[in-house]
């Protein structure tokens, strides 16, 4: 592993990770944008076994997104502007003409190569798994409002469980009363996790304003490459395979991939039916 700071736009720094060969080119260089709350040392499992799986000549280059990790806080007046501003930086430093985005990190990656149309940043290749994008309403975004109160008030059980019941609707936690779910997490914060969690919370107040606050049209991503791959995971929430569907529709040329086996946080856990898809396609 390479690592090395980044000096951005608005004078802060990214902290970029790079895995694989070192001098690979930028046809060979695959750009990671990680999802909300998590750090470029959360991927790193995914980003060797990524790196290993598109073999010899390959690189794949994850950074620390504003207010996690090594990287400098998000700044005043911080908006989607930013983080579109950053991924211009990494692509500058690395040369990576190719881009993999994980959840919120995918709607960073799907709004910032629609600004890129035109431009010699357009990339060769652009897959999302589980794009956490605001389509046409199709997130509650009044849920943010809880979890910040929580976060402020250093309630990080309450701040837990109000995320896992907004973001899990279907799942078990879900149905739990948000009372008991709120002692449940609070126990279950002194994992190193969940620890790591507390340190980018309100990083993550920040970055899910905004995301939620784009009005996204699922026509407005119509310029998107037509090369464009859009995966969902077969046990993740509903949500994602239901938006996953109308992107693909809405990009002419674009392919859609659901993993039957692979769950919301595949891409960080390294799961290899995900890695080897997600190989295939960018050496394809």
Known sequence: MKEQVLSTHDGGRL???SYGTEDAPGERRVALIGGAFLTALIYRPFSTALAKGLGEGWAVDVYDRRGRGSSSE??????MATEIADVRTVLDATGARNILGHSLGA???L????????????????????AAVNIDGSIDTG?????EDAVNKGKVGRALAHM?????????????PEPVLAGLMAVMSGTKVNRMFQEVMPSGV?????????????RDFSVLP???????GGKSPRYYKATAERLHAAVPGSTYELSPKCFHGSIPAAVDELVTDISEYFKG
């Open 107 to 109: 709607s960073v990656a």
């Open 74 to 79: 998000q700044p005043a007046g911080y908006s």
């Open 111 to 130: 709004n910032a190569v629609q600004e890129f149309t035109g431009s010699r940043y357009v990339p060769d290749k652009l897959a999302v798994y589980d």
């Open 164 to 176: 896992k019941k907004a973001t899990k609707p279907d799942s078990a936690l879900a149905r739990i």
């Open 143 to 147: 849920w943010p409002d809880g979890f």
């Open 226 to 232: 037509a090369n464009t791959h859009f995966m969902a």
């Open 206 to 218: 920040g970055e899910l304003r905004a995301a939620y606050n784009e009005a996204d049209h699922a």
């Open 15 to 17: 902290a970029l990770y």
